[in-house]
């Protein structure tokens, strides 16, 4: 009842000046590692407090909490001059195990002495790590992973991109804490001590706490030899273990010895671990099933996944794939390549993914394109290049929820175009449709080329990399400049170039404000 009333007070200060209104609560969900729901019938403060631990606050009309532990939750909410309060009782859900700590939904990772290899994606460096790291921590896991070294010189900072292919976009990313304490040091440089509790968690701003996240990963340090681990494999984050694909078409279906069945309504998946995989790899850690491929990584994570004779299966949760398609090469350009992370709905028996590579988009796609840009008053002023995806056995929409896009470009060819803020992904849907996408530089390849992302809600089909600047009167009878051809006089940009520097150095500093936003640096 104390608990209660000193979270009510902490509610009055906040409430006491709005006028008195009625105010329910009600409240879905008591197990540990889901979300409990809870909505009022206005708009309220909460505060949510987890066995008498450290109060954790929200604000809306339907917020949710997610327990870690069993135990007591005591809510408190305050709206309108009026305040209600309630104590669920927090039980053991029916996945993720105690972690054997008294209900506790903490997952167990052994980490044994010794080190870990990872490559940075952005670079493809490789780098020894620490396994009792909290790095070491997460690859123990099973999780995959995404890292870049931007700021390893400066920071000594690993910095995680992606996890289960959930990747770091704007103000929202990956962050983590150790025994509830979010360090300064990034993940491959903070040692865990034998009992530690990492947590990684996907962060919407920077109130997000792991409560609050609708993504964590729970994990306990446990201090063994290399045996105890239950892997003896060396996890390689950041890239495909087989590198980019060798042929245009990258097949996504199931491999062999791995099937697929609806039981329920809800599709299980099985994998037969004695099962010969030619050129292929499926590995099972922790609650997900990697299939890899020359060109692609697929994790498929599961829920309460168990092994018996020889056949391990599990429901299936959530699916993405990363592609590394075979790069190609424009005139006039260079090297040009792409990265495909897909959010898949499912997954098929067979499939494939084909991209290839043009200099220019057709005269219906340039002519759709220029009117778009003519509206907000700005014009294209120069096509790098279009990438063509084709599918066989996936449908936007049915199979690929929605598709993050990296393009990788010459920096010779930015900085003639107006520098990296000038560039822009455009998606041509299959009905033809042309959006603009939100476009951001990420990283520079292996090869100097600078990689641009965008994210496509409407899947996969035509994208171009192309730069835009400012419309002037004769736009509009301009045709859109090809490859080659330098800018029209009358849509030449008003931007300033920024020079290959001066792109870099702009990057770097916006990454090192990301960075220290995400509490990682």
């Known amino acids: 009842m104390r608990r209660i009333l000193t979270l009510l007070c902490l509610l009055a200060a906040i409430a006491c000046t709005m006028p008195a209104a009625a105010l329910s609560m009600d409240i879905s969900g008591t197990t540990a590692g889901s979300a409990v729901i809870v909505t009022c019938d206005q708009e ?19 917020v949710r909490y997610i327990p870690h532990t069993t135990g007591t939750l005591s809510i408190a909410a305050a709206a309108g001059g009026a305040t209600v309060a309630e104590t669920v009782t927090i039980s053991a859900g029916g996945s993720g195990g105690d972690g054997g700590d008294g209900g506790d939904l903490y997952q167990n990772v052994v980490l044994p002495a010794g080190n870990l290899t990872v490559t940075a994606a952005n670079s493809g460096t ?72 990492v947590v990684f968690y996907w962060s919407e701003s920077m109130s997000s706490t792991p409560a609050t996240s609708d993504e964590a990963i729970w994990l306990k340090v446990v201090y063994g030899s290399g045996s105890d681990s239950g892997d003896a494999g060396t996890t390689t984050a950041g890239s495909a273990a087989f590198g980019p694909a060798t042929d245009p078409k990258t097949p996504v279906g199931l491999p062999e010895g791995v099937t697929t069945a609806v039981v329920g309504g809800k599709t299980r998946i099985s994998v037969d671990l004695s099962a010969a995989h030619d050129g292929e790899r499926v590995t099972v850690k922790g609650d997900r099933i990697i299939i890899e491929r020359p060109g692609l990584v697929m994790t498929i994570l599961t829920g309460d996944i168990t092994e018996r004779d020889g056949i391990a299966t599990g429901f299936l949760k959530s699916v993405t794939a990363m592609l590394t398609p075979k790069s190609g090469t424009i005139a006039g350009i260079g090297d040009v390549g792409a990265t495909l992370i897909l959010s898949l709905n499912g997954v098929t028996a067979l499939g494939d993914i084909t991209v290839t590579y043009a200099s220019n988009l057709s005269a219906e796609e340039q002519s759709a394109l220029f009117a778009l840009c003519a509206v907000d008053g700005t014009a294209v002023t120069g096509t790098a290049c279009v990438m063509n995806v084709g599918m066989n056995g996936l449908v936007n929409g049915e199979d690929i929820a929605s598709a993050t896009v990296r393009m990788h470009l010459a920096p010779a060819w930015v900085e003639k175009h107006g520098g990296a803020g000038a560039i822009r992904i455009v998606h041509i849907a299959d009905d033809g449709t042309v959006e603009i996408l939100d476009t951001d530089m990420v990283g520079i390849d292996d090869k100097g080329n600078l990689i641009f992302e965008g994210i496509s809600p409407k899947g996969l089909s035509t994208f171009a990399l192309v730069s835009l600047g400012e419309a002037t009167l004769k736009s509009s009878t301009t045709a859109m400049p090809t490859t080659a051809a330098a800018a029209p006089s009358t849509t030449a940009p008003v931007q300033t170039p920024l020079g290959w520097a001066a792109a870099i150095a702009a990057a770097l500093i916006g990454g090192g404000v990301c960075l220290s936003r995400r509490k990682e640096a």
Do not use: C, H
């Open 126 to 197: 490789t780098y020894t790590v620490n396994r009792r790291t909290a790095l070491g921590a997460l690859d123990a896991s099973g999780a995959s992973y995404t890292i870049d070294d931007g700021w390893y010189d400066q920071y000594g900072t690993l910095y995680i991109t992606a996890i289960n292919g959930r990747t770091n976009r704007g103000a929202s990313g990956w962050m983590y804490q150790v025994n509830g304490v979010s360090p300064s040091v990034g993940a491959n440089a903070k040692t865990v001590q034998n009992g530690d509790r």
């Open 44 to 62: 309220a403060f909460f505060v949510f407090q987890e066995n008498s631990g450290t109060p954790v606050f929200a604000r809306g009309t339907t």
